[in-house]
């Protein structure tokens, strides 16, 4: 359930960046976008590796 919460909160201020960005044309706004673009893919890899190693052992 925490999980899903800040999936939500993070893919918002990845559109809310992104929009930003598209309004204002300055480059900090997409350069926020892209780390937490990296950052949810991270996090996602590991709460699914752990996942996989629970199935496992």
């Known amino acids: 359930m925490i999980f899903r919460v800040l999936l939500l909160l993070m893919v918002f201020g990845v559109c809310v960046s992104t929009a ?3 309004w204002t044309r300055q480059k900090r ?3 926020y976008a892209l780390k937490l673009l990296q ?3 991270v996090c996602g890899l590991i709460f699914f590796g752990v ?3 629970e199935r496992i052992v």
């Open 39 to 41: 950052i949810m893919i």
């Open 51 to 53: 996942m996989i190693l």
């Open 29 to 31: 706004y997409l350069n």
């Open 20 to 22: 930003a960005y598209l």
